[in-house]
């Protein structure tokens, strides 16, 4: 269950497309469309899709990113505290749709990668925030 709550967790920021994960150039403030960028690179990184599935893939990740824009905005509208567990768990669950989305688009050998590469995300995220000794 900590597993999937770390990959959950490191997924949340992922919100652009792969057409520019496949080959736009990194940069950006962090926090920013420039992160989301790289964390769609890292997860998709070593998965060649067809064109379909990159349609798809695109049509998924527009999906999600207009339901968490939504989201987000009736946040803010209402004053909730967008760091708060009821929030974050929400944006959890969207991910996870997201992410479920994306590995039915998949082959199993593409499935495959996405997961090694999520946890790879995972792994990172959970070493960048652990607190220094």
Do not use: C, H, W, Y
């Amino acid at each position: 269950m900590k597993v999937l709550r770390i990959l959950a967790a490191a997924a949340i920021a992922l919100t652009a497309s792969t057409a520019m994960a496949q080959g736009g150039p990194p940069g950006g403030a962090p926090g920013g469309p420039g992160m989301a960028q790289r964390q769609m690179e890292m997860l998709m990184q070593g998965i060649t899709l067809t064109d379909a599935q990159k349609a798809k893939v695109d049509e998924i990740i527009a999906a999600s990113g207009a339901e968490s824009r939504k989201m987000m905005e009736e946040v803010q509208a209402s004053g909730a505290d967008p760091r708060s567990p009821e929030i974050r768990a929400k944006r959890t669950e969207l991910t996870n749709k997201r992410n479920e989305a994306i590995k039915a688009a998949l082959t199993p050998d593409q499935q495959a990668v996405f997961a090694k590469n999520l946890e790879a995300m995972a792994a990172a995220m959970q070493n960048r925030q652990r607190p220094p000794r």
